[in-house]
């Protein structure tokens, strides 16, 4: 496979250089590189070469021509980043994660990378996975993907990094609609209107998404992914009150309805199951922003989110319950910051806020709450003209585990200005989530029970109460309060930004991440009165990341652009490297059943890590033929799962060929073609190599087509 | 049934170098070849509330009805292992999950063996994180695989050391995914003491 891929790449490089060498001569060359604005590695509006941290700007026009109609499709197709369907923890056996499917960033799992949308967080993972199908992109300006740990300004979860969701700021009247066709009976309807008058402005958004799913597998009953609905609407009112004041009021609404129909066993009698998880997100947020003066402004804000997920299933036949899941969440968060200073490459910002968290859950025993509160420091310095340095700490105190301190140093010296290398050093954690703190579930099915650590000692005791453990059982040693801490991260980061001319630009970006007091499962020392285990959590492993991105821009004129990237991966767990080198981590031939010592050559790192990973993207525009194309390739190299095809050497480890599932190529392709001034049209194709993996990729369809009809009215 | 036969031309070698051993007994004067070694499979439901017992010395399973015996060793039940003494058995019997290449193993400990202090608390670990096996609920041949460098230092029910490795434990009537299979086939190997030594 991967020599498949290394031949397209092959092909593809010299015929597109070819093609833009020659344009190159007879186009414009004003076309250059954007230096773009961010606003998530600083809090503040900063030039991309004036932040010392690894950032990618996925920008609208890249998103506005792939077609696609799904974050998680863009999100995939950029280098470094591999849709992954588990959380860090249990990954470590490979299992993927019933809940969807995240991003992983350096290695680390979806739960370790935090999404923003406008630098607000989205609640509501499940199993650490934020499902992304709740963001609609159409409404997007663009979006920011920080690498490293951004703990110091964003708290926690912001381990691997941040991929902040930044919408469209309303500045022209304009209304616009799209209608999205595509393959499974997938249709998308967007609406988008902006108002703006003197000193306000509107934008309206909503959007409608609804596929009748697909079936990977017909010997397994049900489909792999089942029929849903999705709504999203989305509202922002910005009021200038004067000059140096301003207001905005924004609010987001999501629901997603899907149909189940599966399959469980009782007594080892198969029944079909039906119903609907329901998912709903909301949130509302007011922000006043005030200029005091030309070095001093400042803004507060508040921010409220709630989400819920509701799944209900019926016993087809009997038309009885059979399990009903709900969960609540709500967040409530007031925030100050203050930005001193003039010069935006050496401001001082600070900031302070409290979170007020709930749950309510079918799975716990009662409302559940965790408060906190936060302050923030950072200061960015201008040295010598040549180096930009940002200093910056956060404190985050919450009501059930210690305080935390994640202080970042970057720093970046401009060799020229064509050559800006850049390092960071920061600390990150996460939090433990309500679920390994607050858990209180009995699996009614099979009968075992899982506790979050402030759980056991009470459910034990009740347990035990109700003649479910044995009385001569001690649960003594389980009974004080469980004192989870965070997962905990040293990230660094190095590498250099290059722009050879300005066409042309490489940036290359060395990393490093530790993580210690890994959150795992475990099970109890003793069973409950029917045998059954039970499942509580602490803190575990110690894990590390490392590797190497590059990536480069080709900006060949106005019409053609080609862009790059690879990433080189290593993750490995720590005490598998301890029990390797004290000589105690054995592996079994499952044919001979000879018993070896595994070794540190044979242990390739944690399950579910491609170590190469890469992708090209080629965008062309024809401004006479109003007409352009975008082609996309993601190259996944291998990775290993657990158990594969019914393998397992017995070490518990990836060590082994036959554990490692072949790589694979994404290559999707769209052209668009303006009608007009007010339309345009585009028809693609996604998955053209028709890769599936009905196992271990249940998010890939095969082939598929779509088309897009797109009205835009402008003033 | 093909398992049977691998026992026996197990035996038959074993009973073979017993019988050089004593040839070359009058002239070396070296001990009688006390233990045995054999690689067994035991085939047990995969759904049941009955173990099913095991004897080390006579290399084949024992009738259900002989559980309050010290006819058998240890017994299976699904993924869970039980020894005989204490809540399970009327036996001396007692345990160690011992690290380690099982070769390379050549004298049992004299102390060190847990056994079953109740039906919920047995001594060999059979939980899902922390077992004496891998299971990933998500390979679809839902195999249990047997921990590498990992085996079993048993004291049997009646005083004498044996070591055990579980090799393998495959299904048998599984078609999957959407039926259940009907039994598991357990194999394994150990050596068994017959003198009372603790020496394999």
């Known amino acids: ?715 | 049934m093909k398992m049977k036969t691998m026992k026996l031309s197990v035996l038959a070698f074993a009973a073979l170098t017993i019988g050089i051993a004593s040839c070359e007994k009058d002239k070396d004067k070296t001990p009688v070849e006390t233990k045995i070694s054999v690689t067994d499979s035991i085939e047990i439901p995969f759904s049941s509330n009955k173990y099913t017992f095991y004897s080390f010395k006579d290399s084949s399973v024992v009738s259900n009805s002989d559980s309050a015996t010290n006819k058998w060793d240890f017994g299976i039940r699904f993924v869970n292992i039980i020894v005989n003494s204490n809540a399970s058995g009327p036996g001396n019997g007692g345990v160690i999950v011992q690290p380690g290449a099982y070769d390379n193993f050549t004298t049992a400990p004299t102390t060190g063996y847990s056994y079953d202090t109740s039906a919920i608390k047995p001594a060999i670990d059979a939980g899902f994180t922390s077992g004496w096996y891998i299971y990933n609920p998500n390979d679809p041949t839902h195999t249990f695989y047997p921990k590498a460098g990992q085996f079993f230092v048993f004291r049997t029910a009646d005083n004498h050391y044996a070591k055990m490795e579980i090799l393998a434990v495959k299904y048998s009537g599984y078609t999957g995914p959407n039926t259940p299979p009907t039994t598991l086939i357990y194999k394994f190997r150990y050596t068994y003491q017959a003198d009372g030594s603790r020496n394999f």
């Open chain 1, 1 to 715: 496979m991967s020599r498949k891929i290394l031949y397209l790449f092959a092909i593809i490089i010299p015929f597109f250089s070819s093609v833009f060498a020659q344009s190159h001569l007879s186009a414009d060359s004003t076309a250059r590189l954007l230096d773009e604005v961010v606003v998530t590695a600083t809090r503040t509006e900063n030039k991309v070469s004036n932040v010392p941290l690894p950032i990618q700007v996925i920008s609208a026009k890249s998103i506005r021509l792939s077609g696609s109609q799904k974050l998680i499709d863009i999100l995939q197709m950029q280098s470094g980043l591999v849709v992954a369907n588990n959380p860090l923890g249990i990954s470590l056996q490979g299992y993927p994660n019933p809940f969807g499917n995240g991003i992983q960033m350096q290695g680390l799992d979806p739960a370790y990378t935090l999404i923003l949308i406008n630098g607000e967080p989205l609640i509501g993972r499940n199993a650490g996975i934020v499902n992304l199908g709740r963001i609609a992109i159409g409404n997007i300006k663009q979006i920011e993907i920080i690498r490293g740990p951004a703990t110091c300004l964003y708290g926690s979860d912001a381990l691997a990094g941040v991929i902040n969701i930044i919408t469209e700021i309303p500045e022209k009247n304009s209304f616009s609609f799209q209608t999205h066709y595509a393959t499974n009976n997938t249709l998308g309807l967007t609406a988008a209107a902006i108002l703006k008058q003197k000193k306000t402005a509107l934008e309206l958004f909503a959007n409608r998404y609804s596929s009748d799913g697909y079936d990977l597998d017909k010997n397994i009953y049900g489909k792999t992914i089942d029929p849903f609905t999705d709504y999203s609407a989305s509202a922002k009112f910005i009021y200038d009150i004067n000059d140096k004041s301003k207001f905005t009021l924004s609010g987001r609404f999501f629901s997603e309805k899907q149909f189940n129909n599966y399959l469980i066993y009782t007594e080892s009698q198969p029944q079909v199951v039906k119903g609907t998880t329901t998912e709903t997100d909301k949130s509302l947020y007011a922000r006043f922003d005030h200029k005091v003066n030309t070095g001093l402004n400042y803004t507060g804000s508040l921010y409220a989110t709630s989400y819920n997920n509701n799944a209900t299933v019926f016993v087809k036949k009997t038309d009885s319950l059979y399990e009903k899941i709900e969960l609540d969440e709500l967040m409530i968060r007031p925030e100050v910051q203050v930005n001193i200073g003039k010069d935006p490459s050496s401001l001082f910002v600070s900031g302070a806020g409290y979170n007020f968290e709930t749950i309510n859950s079918t799975r716990y025993s009662s409302q559940k709450r965790m408060n906190s509160w936060y302050v923030f420091v950072q200061k960015q310095m201008q040295w010598k003209e040549r180096t930009n340095i940002i200093l910056g700490a956060r404190f985050d105190k919450n009501s059930l585990y210690p305080a935390q301190l994640s202080p970042k140093l970057a720093i970046a010296y401009k060799l020229n200005p064509a050559f800006i290398i850049k390092g960071s050093i920061g600390a990150g954690f996460k939090a433990p989530d309500f679920r390994q703190q607050f858990l209180n579930f009995s699996n009614s099915l099979i009968g075992y029970a899982l506790f979050g650590a402030q759980e056991l000692g009470h459910g034990l005791q009740e347990l035990q109460k109700t003649g479910q453990i044995s009385p001569d059982i001690d649960i003594a040693p389980y009974l004080a309060p469980g004192d989870l801490s965070p997962e905990k991260s040293i990230g660094i980061n190095a590498g250099f930004d290059y722009t050879i001319n300005e066409h042309a630009v490489v940036k290359v970006n060395l990393f490093r991440n530790d993580i210690s007091n890994l959150i795992e499962s475990y099970n109890l020392p003793f069973n409950k009165t029917n045998n059954q285990a039970i499942y509580s959590y602490m803190n575990l492993n110690k894990v590390f990341t490392e590797g190497a991105e590059a990536n480069f821009s080709y900006i060949f004129n106005s019409n053609f652009s080609l862009h790059g990237g690879y990433q080189y991966l290593i993750a490995k767990d720590k005490e598998v490297l301890h029990q390797i080198e004290e000589k105690k981590l054995f592996k079994r031939d499952p044919v001979t059943y000879e018993t070896s010592l595994v070794t540190k050559e044979e242990y390739k790192g944690l399950y579910n890590r491609s170590r190469h990973t890469s992708n090209l993207r080629f965008q062309y525009s024809n401004i006479l033929y109003k007409a352009s194309a975008f082609i996309t390739a993601k190259y996944r190299g291998s990775y290993g799962f657990s158990s594969l095809n019914g393998f397992q050497n017995g070490s518990g480890v990836y060590d082994d060929d036959r554990e490692s599932v072949n790589g694979f190529v994404l290559l999707n392709t769209t052209l668009s073609k303006q009608i007009g001034n007010r339309w345009d049209v585009q028809a693609g194709i996604e998955n053209i190599l028709n890769y599936t993996n009905k196992l271990l990729m249940p998010n890939i369809y095969g082939r598929s087509y779509f088309i897009n009809v797109n009205f835009k009215l402008e003033k």
